[in-house]
């Protein structure tokens, strides 16, 4: 019975020094700070349960999702951090549009061309061989063109030149023999030796330049050259272009029209390029078909326009008749799944709807939608194709 008491103190005491322990430590780690507030904190206020649990998960949830409707859930600080911007739809009257095919090119006004005269071979002009980008002055001498020809014709050319020459040295002695006769022969016959003699020296003078004299290539315009693949002693044919000329300031539009009536109710136009919107302003068109097609120029009015001579664009012309349908920039524009064209409609503060819609160009910067929109609608201007890709 000792022993059995000894151990149930032994146990008792050993019990009461972890308490101890225990009691002693909680201590030392909380000191004197309050915790008056931890209850608080470790047992939250409940919140209102909400009647669709999958709504409430989606409410709180931080991350842009697709709802099983196809609409979006895309919470307000994701949309200021992306940059959404929407305005509402007003549906009124406007200005028909015609979308047309076009071109950049160079103004008949401003530009130029030079072209080879006869088949020859290019040699540098007074300042090097002109290259793309050089600033030239209408008259410049650009290059030179010296004529090439086969042996057989460098040949009869050479023989022409020495009968030439040998008829002149005949008709110089003539004229010298008259000259000593003067007063015993008559007058007239004197001048008619003289003027054969000139005639020989300028057939002779033409000959030798065929034969060795380079042409000079001078600018038709100012401006810069635009193409140029020439290189000194290059041999080109006759009727090949060597240089084209444009004036950066003052480009022109072609576009091809395939209905005649366009240019008699045309009211304005510009056109879409990869380097943005131009404005352009009508200068005339063309009465004879061309590939089925009437030419229209425009010039291109938007100052430092950064396009190129033959870059394609897209011509909208805006007509005197109207149609009825909301106003909306490009950018509103998407495409969904199925390839559609569609803008998204922001139906509530976190919620957005891809509606389908039919547009129709309205100018280089907005388009008319004239079916799928109503009255009052807010459509996303700026970031729908972010909207788009959220799966």
């Known amino acids: 019975m000792i022993p059995e008491r000894h151990d ?20 030392l780690a909380h000191g004197d700070e ?3 507030q931890d209850s608080k904190a470790a047992n939250p206020a409940p919140l209102s349960a909400p009647r669709d649990g999958a709504t409430a998960s989606i409410r709180h949830a931080a991350a842009p999702q697709r709802l099983p409707d196809g609409s979006l859930f895309v919470p307000k600080r994701l949309q200021r951090q992306i940059g959404l911007r929407t305005q509402p739809v007003r549906i009124g009257a406007l200005a028909a549009t015609v979308e047309l095919n076009g071109q950049i090119v160079a103004d008949p006004e401003t530009g130029g061309r030079v072209q080879a005269t006869f088949a020859g071979s290019v040699e540098p002009g007074p300042k090097g061989m002109p290259v793309p980008g050089r600033q030239v002055t209408r008259g410049e001498v650009l ?4 004529p090439v020809s086969s042996a057989i014709e460098r040949g009869n050319q050479k023989a022409q030149q020495a009968e030439l020459a040998g008829q002149l040295a005949i008709a110089d002695a003539r004229v010298r023999r008259l000259e000593e006769l003067e007063g015993a022969v008559p ?8 003027i054969e003699r000139g005639a020989l020296r300028k057939r002779l003078a033409a000959t030798s330049a065929s034969i060795d004299r380079a042409e000079p290539l001078r600018a038709p315009a100012a401006g810069v050259i635009s193409a140029s693949r020439l290189i000194a002693g290059q041999v080109v044919d006759a009727k090949e272009v060597l240089f084209e000329i444009i004036d950066p ?6 576009a091809l029209a395939y209905q005649a009536g366009i240019g008699a109710t045309l009211v304005s136009a510009s056109a879409l390029s990869e380097q943005g919107a131009l404005e352009l302003r009508f200068v005339g068109g063309g009465r004879q078909l061309r590939d089925q097609a009437l030419p229209l120029l425009f010039r291109i009015v938007t100052p430092n326009s950064m396009v190129a001579v033959g870059q394609p664009v897209k011509v909208i012309v805006r007509t005197a008749h109207e149609i009825r349908g909301a106003a909306v920039p490009r950018s509103a524009l998407t495409r969904i799944g199925n390839g559609e064209t569609a803008v998204w409609v922001h139906t509530e503060a976190e919620r957005f709807v891809a509606r389908r819609v039919r547009p129709q160009s309205l100018d280089a910067n907005n388009v008319a939608i004239v079916d799928g929109l109503h009255e009052g609608d807010r459509v996303v201007t700026e970031g729908a194709g972010l909207l788009s890709q959220v799966r």
């Open 8 to 27: 149930t103190m032994n146990f008792g005491s050993i019990f009461a020094a972890v308490t101890l322990a225990c009691l002693a430590s909680t201590a």
């Open 34 to 36: 309050d915790h008056s």
């Open 143 to 146: 290059a030179y063109l010296r």
């Open 187 to 194: 007058q007239k016959e004197i001048e008619a030796a003289r």
């Open 249 to 254: 300031s003052r480009l022109a539009v072609e």
